[in-house]
């Protein structure tokens, strides 16, 4: 028979478990809390009890998957963005801290560019690659005033995104699109165009950590042309569909920042474009206002 474990005493053999596999061990308190489905608050007065065998057996095959490379936000679906909590699977991108980041420059940009719309006046924008929708969902729940579309070649994803706009409420239209094709076709017209599309070139996939290539859609990491396909039909889309003054806003790799700001003057050679870092000082977006 199995000696009864405590809550702690699990929690501490997963930690070495993960700290000998080189991997974060605080993983194991966040999928501990999402197992028990309690509140960090809680968590604390719980410590000593024991932990109920049906979900310890939980808990370890859950330890095990993420020891064998599955990232811990497809084990609880679950994942934090700008303060609120998204629901993701395999079918999308995790969201990253970094595009965070995007979101704020995007929302300082609007203020700048259309700094005194009218009470009734709205800047429309349109999320490309939306995956999740959490740059789209975001930056409508940021600003009232930016009515956000948002597209996604993969109807997975799609779906994913239309749920975590139900939870939040948020304002969006989710549109299945090959990045601005179904826009082009409708004839649609936009302010703002954002996008964190795929831009890791395929030469690169040898070099990337487990769990991303393994588990993550490759439709949202990898692009042609040494990463730069996605940006190049973006812009040359963009001619179509983005009014003046207009906004285009991109999450970029590291290394890609020259090479996209050139895109985009290929196109629109008035554009003033701009090169913002991450949390790591490595650029990662490009701005461009195109008046």
């Not at 024991?50 to 679950?78: A, C, F, K, N």
């Not at 590291?254 to 629109?268: F, K, N, P, R, T």
């Amino acid at each position: 028979m199995q000696k009864p474990t405590t809550y702690r005493e699990a929690l501490h053999r997963a930690s070495s478990l993960l700290e000998q596999n080189q991997l974060n061990p605080k993983i194991a308190e966040w999928l501990m809390l999402h197992a028990a489905q309690i509140e960090r608050r809680e968590w604390l007065e719980k410590l000593n009890d024991i932990i109920s065998v049906s979900l310890l057996d939980i808990y370890i095959s859950w330890i095990r998957r993420v020891i064998e490379g599955e990232p811990y936000q497809y084990i609880t679906e679950v994942e934090e963005f700008y303060g609120r909590e998204f629901h993701v699977n395999s079918a999308v991108l995790i969201p990253r801290p970094e595009t965070e980041l995007l979101v704020e420059h995007v929302l300082a940009y609007r203020q700048e560019v259309w700094p005194a719309l009218q009470q009734d006046q709205q800047i429309k924008g349109v999320d490309v690659g939306t995956g999740s929708g959490v740059i789209a969902i975001s930056l409508a729940l940021e600003d009232p005033k930016l009515e956000m579309l948002a597209v996604d070649l993969s109807e997975s994803a799609l779906e994913v995104a239309q749920k975590n706009a139900d939870r939040w409420r948020a304002q969006v239209q989710f549109l299945p699109s090959d990045l601005l094709t179904s826009l082009q076709q409708a004839q649609e017209k936009v302010d703002v165009i954002v996008s964190n599309p795929p831009y890791i070139p395929y030469r690169d996939k040898a070099t990337l950590a487990r769990n991303v290539v393994d588990f993550e859609p490759h439709l949202a990491l990898f692009a042609d042309q040494e990463g730069l396909s996605c940006y190049r039909q973006i812009v040359e889309q963009s001619r179509d569909i983005l009014r003046r003054p207009g906004l285009i806003a991109f999450e970029i790799g590291q290394g890609q920042d020259e090479a996209v700001v050139q895109l985009i003057h290929s196109v629109y050679p008035e554009a003033i474009c701009q090169v913002k870092e991450d949390y790591n000082r490595i650029k990662r977006m490009v701005f461009a206002i195109v008046r």
